[in-house]
Antibody, heavy 120, light 109 residues
């Protein structure tokens, strides 16, 4: 299993960015996927979830209305559109697979992360 | 929303020691509790699910227990590679929300 994020960078407050996650080594279309972020020196924060088919998406309150999660199953790719960015969105963003372990849904595989910095 | 509280925030221990980290949920989450390990500059690694089931390949010195609101992660006989930050996570409310504890840093004494 491999998850490789890209698209991070420096962006001004109020700006936008689109993160991508390329998946390989598993049947991508069978798994829910998530984005998790980690601000510098801080803990993990779940950001968004998307169902295996892409029809359902759920968000943390801190990003609701500003971020959009999507996926392209034929391309084995996951995306996160970040709009109206704030300084507090500065973080490493990880994509992860949401495994199904008998009805439990841990984040079983993680990418290496892509860094988003929001600063003027 | 379900809140997850870990204690302690950090601890110091020596190689060979046994350490226990506690995670408390703000409401009952049955056994919908996972543990992760994160080393500096690395992505988190999935260790335990359903509160006590080790993910494949995780050494048996790691163990988890608990149900309802109170959970523990125990590392018996700490090894040098175990010094890291550990996070608990609830998936009781999945997929609407997934909450992590604030983390416990295990440092070398």
């Amino acid at each position: 299993v491999q998850l490789v994020e890209s698209g991070g960078g420096l962006v001004k407050p109020g700006g936008s960015l689109r993160l991508s996650c390329a998946a390989s080594g598993f049947t991508f279309s069978s798994y829910g996927m998530v984005w998790v972020r980690q601000a510098p020196g801080k803990g993990l924060e779940w950001v968004a979830f998307i169902s295996y088919g892409g029809s359902d998406g759920y968000y943390a309150d801190s990003v609701k209305g500003r971020f959009t999660i999507s996926r392209d199953n034929p391309k084995n790719s996951l995306y996160l559109q970040l709009n109206s960015l704030r300084a507090e969105d500065t973080a490493m963003y990880y994509c992860a697979s949401c495994g199904n372990y008998g009805g439990h849904y841990p984040f079983d595989y993680w990418g290496q992360g892509t860094l988003v910095t929001v600063s003027a | 929303d379900i809140q997850m509280t870990q204690s302690p925030a950090s601890l110091s221990a020596s190689v060979g020691d046994s350490v226990t980290i506690t995670c408390r949920a703000s409401q009952s989450i049955s056994t919908y509790l996972n543990w992760y390990q994160q080393k500096p500059g690395k992505a988190p690694k999935f260790l335990i699910y359903t509160a006590s089931t080790l993910q494949s390949g995780v050494p048996s010195r790691f163990s988890g227990s608990g149900s309802g609101t109170d959970f523990t992660l125990t590392i018996s006989s700490l090894q040098p590679e175990d010094f890291a930050t550990y996070y608990c996570q609830q998936t009781y409310a999945a997929p609407y929300t997934f909450t992590f504890g604030q983390g416990t840093k295990v440092e070398i004494k």
